[in-house]
């Protein structure tokens, strides 16, 4: 079956950086394009951007420029998203998501499955 | 402060039926489709509606949701102890150029 499986939890001091990974399986990797969702802690759900699996095009949302890539490795399904100068507001569950429905048209598609979440802190 | 809106929490008995309101613009929902993940404590958010009132396989037929106008609802039928969970609308805003969620509705199973 389709399954997203995130790297572990990661501690970082402000200023550093920090690469995330979501490894996917059950599927063609290129087929779906992979979005990235981040959660502060008791907060609700915002949408980073995405990234083309057939091209690696990445696309970030208004708040996630700058210090946010995301990356492609697909020799093993794999995405990544890197924060650097990391901040305090940053910590946060960051969850990768597979982009279903018709290729294209995010307008109308939707976010299934998700990964289990990475929460990433940021502290000194 | 949310795009979309949503009552911050809901509450019903066993049995009862909820309904979640999300309300936006004309730039999300009012042009195009709403879907609704639930997250349950400590867990991923989980598809539960696509295209405004599409379920998908697994997501028993007494979750339903619906658009009119910039609005957009999830019903719960039959109101179960493991429904409760966080519910979050979303839907894309073409003056965003984004995807844009509610903040999220708390529904406690009384």
């Known amino acids: 079956q389709v399954q997203l499986v995130q790297s572990g939890s990661e501690l970082k001091k402000p200023g550093a950086s920090v690469k995330i990974s979501c490894k996917a399986s059950?599927?063609?990797?290129?087929?779906?394009?992979m979005n990235w969702v981040r959660q502060a802690p008791g907060q609700g759900l915002e949408w980073m951007g995405w990234?083309?699996?057939?091209?690696?095009?990445?696309t970030y949302g208004q708040g996630s420029t700058g210090r946010f890539v995301f990356s492609l490795d697909t020799s093993v399904s794999t995405a990544y998203l890197q924060i650097s100068s990391l901040k305090a507001e940053d910590t946060a569950l960051y969850y990768c998501t597979l982009e279903m429905g018709v290729p294209g048209a995010i307008q109308n598609n939707w976010f299934d499955p998700w990964g289990q979440g990475t929460l990433v802190t940021v502290s000194s | 402060q949310s795009v979309l809106t949503q009552p911050p929490s809901a509450s019903g008995t066993p049995g009862q039926r909820v309904t979640i309101s999300c309300s936006g613009s004309s730039s999300n929902i009012g042009s195009n489709t709403v879907k609704w993940y639930q997250q349950l404590p400590g867990t991923a958010p989980k598809l539960l509606i696509y295209?405004?009132?599409q379920r998908p396989s697994g997501v028993p037929d007494r979750f339903s949701g619906s658009r009119s106008g910039t609005s957009a609802s999830l019903a719960i039928s039959g109101l179960q102890s493991e429904d409760e969970a966080d519910y979050y609308c979303a839907a894309w805003d073409d003056s965003l150029n984004g995807v844009v969620f509610g903040g999220g509705t708390k529904l406690t199973v009384l």
């Open positions: 990234i083309n699996t057939k091209t690696g095009n990445p």
């Open positions: 059950g599927y063609t990797f290129t087929k779906y394009a």
């Open positions: 295209s405004n009132n």
